[in-house]
Structure formats: structure tokens, C-alpha cells
């Protein structure tokens, strides 16, 4: 299974991209795939060909409106069942035997 962790915004449309966004969160949300928003990115898990198919069309979704975009991504990839979005957390609130700000 994958994690990763990505921003994508435009850089021509000045500072305020929240318009251009939200909708590339609305095919996120829409597609299934198991996520995280985070104030600087999204967090995604699941199958290479899911997590990259969402990915493909969250920018095509933004391309629509954007002609210079920008895509930082992150990934961590491990054999083993889904679940690791929460399940690294858990864990570590385990550990510290609390729960953390998520």
C-alpha cells in the first residue's frame, strides 16, 4: 500500500487559491480513496494505480482554470494492508499514551 502526500496549486492566479482548489478536493473526496486533508497538502492512501488515477485527475481538474501549476509529492510505500493513515497515528498515541493533534 501507498502513502503519499501532496500539494498541487496554481501560481498564476495570486494569493488566494483556495477557488482553485476546492475543487481538486471535491475529486479527492468523490473518488473513495481513503484521505487526509492537512493545512499544507492531502494525504492519500491506497493502490499506485488508484492514488496516481486520483492524482491525474485532481490536475487535469485544475488545469482547467490554471496554466502554471505546482505538484509537491511524497511517498511511502510498504507491503502491507490498508489502514497505515490512521494506524501510524494510533500508534504513536499509543506509545505516548495519548491522543496527538491530527
Do not use: Q
Amino acid at each position: 500500500m501507498i502513502l503519499l502526500e501532496f500539494s498541487l496549486y496554481p501560481t498564476d492566479k495570486g494569493e488566494s487559491v483556495s477557488k482553485y482548489v476546492a475543487p481538486v478536493l471535491d475529486r479527492i473526496d468523490k473518488s473513495g480513496i481513503p484521505y487526509r486533508l492537512t493545512p499544507m497538502g492531502t494525504i492519500l492512501e491506497g493502490d499506485w494505480d488508484d492514488i496516481f488515477g486520483v492524482i491525474k485527475e485532481c490536475f487535469l481538474e485544475m488545469k482547467k482554470d490554471c496554466k502554471r501549476i505546482t505538484l509537491i509529492a511524497k511517498m511511502d510505500y510498504r507491503d502491507a494492508p490498508m489502514g497505515r493513515l490512521t494506524g501510524k497515528v494510533e500508534k504513536l498515541e499509543k506509545v505516548l499514551h495519548r491522543n496527538l493533534k491530527t
